[in-house]
């Protein structure tokens, strides 16, 4: 198979640079991979296919933009009924366990969205503005394991985690940090890291200078407690004055939980998301959520106790914080190992190696937005200004 433009990874920037891309006119064949059941990455959905009720915001409960002008594609996703206004309320909770205002932080600053009915609305209208005006594929639950640069020096052919060969493209642009960061190799026991082998391959500078910044990038992980409530067994939250209550730091170190946000399900359901401290997080790194994809594709072993464990020292620390009770709830596990990148981040000017036919995008490159949904569609928009004339070249 081949393609004008692979894009490995549909999360917030993978799907951005489709639509920033066409945006802008460019009407070449784009073809998105991603490890994922669907679009989405970290501002994905867990879904259930037996349960059709079942919806939860599984990574960011919603996004904010902090910064005018706002990204172009945000006038069309709120046109296409993509994405609405987060209407709820903010609070804060002590070390007390006092509820109180809502503290100024980098997440909650600026215009709040929530996507529409779900978060994974936002990636679901990236993509179908994308496919509004060219041919855009989204291949799920493909894990893409090995980038070869073209013998003809024309592009790239990515390989599957079996060797096999997945498809040949023009042009490639990574939007997540996972082929290019050694926790790959921890992760699925690879013994390289792709971007870099790659790299080394080429030895072209820019992209070594490239694969080296981002190697470098370190995250914070996330442990999240999803928890899914009958109408009935969640009057008692619907009660409460917030529906994202932030934990000051005090309250971090007590509960090790970071934030919870109260979210409505489908069929009058609703959803408890409780995000555990950073911390939290690093102590309880080795455990996956059984029904993660990631853990899925990766046959990750099932560690039943030690999941158990994690759930049930989330569930005892919200229980106790928040003097509300989780009886009747089901309980599932996320566990996110690079929740949130670490500053500095990829610079802008390593983002697009014209020489290498390679480009970059996502929240780990510098620049406003940095760590969230709004530097993942940013460092889209801007890496698509800059590619248009290439591909435009190249065809
Ligand atoms: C728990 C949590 C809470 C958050 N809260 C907020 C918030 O309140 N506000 C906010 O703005 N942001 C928040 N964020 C951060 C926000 O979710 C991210 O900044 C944003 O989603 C990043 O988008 P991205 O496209 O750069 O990366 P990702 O969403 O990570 O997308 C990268 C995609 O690439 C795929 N991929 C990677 N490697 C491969 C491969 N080899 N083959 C195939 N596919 C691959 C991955 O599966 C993934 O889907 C939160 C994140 C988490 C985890």
């Excluded at 609405?84 to 809502?102: H, K, Q, T, V, Y």
């Excluded at 929530?114 to 005006?133: E, F, N, T, V």
Aim: glycine share 10%.
């Amino acid at each position: 198979m081949a393609t004008d433009l692979a894009v490995i990874g549909a999360g917030t920037a993978g799907c951005a640079l489709a639509a920033a891309l066409r945006l802008r006119g460019w009407s070449g064949s784009i073809t998105l991979l991603e490890i994922g059941r669907g679009p989405g990455g970290r501002t994905a959905t867990r879904r259930s296919r037996s349960d059709p009720s079942f919806a939860l915001n599984h990574g960011a409960p919603l996004f904010n933009i902090s910064a005018s002008p706002e990204p172009k594609l945000l006038e069309a996703l709120r046109q296409g009924g993509w994405i609405a206004p987060f209407n709820g309320a903010l609070a804060s909770l002590d070390g007390e366990g006092r509820i109180g205002a809502a503290q100024p932080d980098p997440l909650s600053s600026g215009a709040l969205w929530l996507g529409s009915p779900q978060l994974d609305g936002l990636c679901r209208g990236l993509l179908a503005l994308a496919q509004q005006h060219g041919p855009t594929t989204l291949q799920s639950g493909t894990l893409v394991r090995t980038l070869e640069p073209r013998s003809d020096g024309q592009g790239w052919q990515l390989y599957g985690s079996e060797g096999q060969p997945l498809l040949e493209c023009s042009w490639l642009v990574l939007s997540g940090t996972l082929l290019a960061h050694p926790r790959c190799q921890t992760v699925f026991g690879w013994p390289d890291v792709p971007l870099q082998q790659a790299a080394t391959q080429l030895g072209e500078p820019q992209l070594c200078a490239a694969a080296t910044a981002l190697s470098q990038i370190e995250s914070t992980a996330s442990s999240n407690l999803l928890l899914s409530l009958s109408e009935a067994s969640a009057a008692a939250w619907r009660l409460q004055p917030w529906r994202l209550l932030q934990f000051t730091p005090a309250a971090q170190e007590r509960w090790g939980i970071r934030r919870v946000s109260l979210q409505a399900m489908p069929a009058g359901r609703w959803g408890v998301v409780v995000e555990s401290s950073a911390a939290f997080a690093e102590r309880h790194l080795q455990v996956y959520g059984s029904r993660s994809s990631a853990a899925q594709v990766l046959g990750a072993a099932p560690q039943p106790q030690a999941e158990a464990q994690v759930i049930e020292a989330l569930d005892r620390a919200l229980q106790d914080a928040l003097n509300l009770s989780t009886a009747g709830s089901e309980r599932q596990l996320m566990r996110w190992g690079a929740a949130f990148p670490k500053p500095p981040g990829l610079a802008a000017e390593l983002t697009l190696c014209p020489d290498s036919r390679i480009g970059f995008c996502g929240d780990a490159i510098a620049g406003l937005g940095f760590g969230r949904v709004e530097g993942a569609m940013r460092s889209a928009e801007a890496l698509a200004k800059r590619l248009v004339p290439l591909l435009d070249a190249a065809a």
